[in-house]
């Protein structure tokens, strides 16, 4: 049962224009939601999150949004940069649970 | 300031071994998770370890089990290992109740 999903395995996006990852989930008891984004032979690194109790955050390039209707959330890169190339994985929990449900991932290349 | 750290880097095992693998926190960080990733999934999540002790449990079977030492390192160990055993197995650190999970790099197991 994938109960945070992430439809699209690629993306491409030209360097400087907006990139736009989505992701959807399934369980509603998750009111916290995370992105991170992946190197190979690195582990995941920390980007971005939100609460429920929120509908945007932003930090700098990178500005998450949740709909809390439609069980949906993306994650918006503004300029795309030749570094931002990586997989990117949106992870989801609930209050008083630390254990974290990713989706798939999808793959961010950034054409130069 | 050593982030987390995971050893060893790779590991090919056969079929029916025994592996171990370990995990030393980020600095300052008490709880040690620990997430399998297989070939185009994301992480999923093993158990998490708190003063020593298992405190939550992902859906994996008990040939999956663990420690943590009172240095609040881990190890991860996986008897009668199977073929689909084979993936990236990642280590992240927290403080315990929220916090941000820091992942190491993984180990990659290969099981033949």
């Known amino acids: 049962d994938q109960q945070v999903k992430q439809n699209s395995p690629s993306l491409s996006v030209q360097e400087g224009r907006i990139s736009i990852l989505n992701c959807d989930y399934t369980n509603s008891m998750f009111d916290y939601f995370l992105w991170y984004k992946k190197y190979p032979a690195e582990g995941p690194t920390f980007l971005i999150s939100i609460s429920s109790i929120k509908d945007k955050n932003e930090d700098g390039r990178f500005t998450v949004f949740l709909n809390k209707s439609a069980k949906h959330l993306s994650l918006h890169i503004v300029p795309s940069q030749p570094g931002d190339s990586a997989v990117y994985f949106c992870a989801a929990r609930y209050f008083g649970n630390e254990k974290l449900t990713f989706g798939t991932g999808t793959r961010l290349t950034i054409i130069p | 300031d050593a982030g987390v750290t995971q050893s060893p880097t790779h590991l090919i095992k056969t079929r029916g071994q025994q592996v171990t693998l370990r995990c030393s926190p980020k600095?300052?960080?008490?709880?040690v998770s620990w997430y399998q990733q297989a070939l185009g999934q994301g992480p999923q999540f093993i158990f998490q370890y708190y003063e020593e002790e298992e405190r939550q449990r992902g859906n994996f079977p008990d040939r999956f089990s663990g420690h943590q030492f009172p240095n609040y390192s881990s190890e991860l160990n996986v008897n009668a290992l199977l073929l689909g055993d084979s993936a990236l197995y990642l280590c992240?650190?927290?403080?315990?109740?929220?916090?941000?999970?820091?992942f190491g790099p993984g180990t990659r197991l290969t099981v033949l």
């Open positions: 600095s300052g960080h008490d709880t």
């Open positions: 992240a650190s927290s403080l315990i109740l929220g916090g941000e999970q820091f």
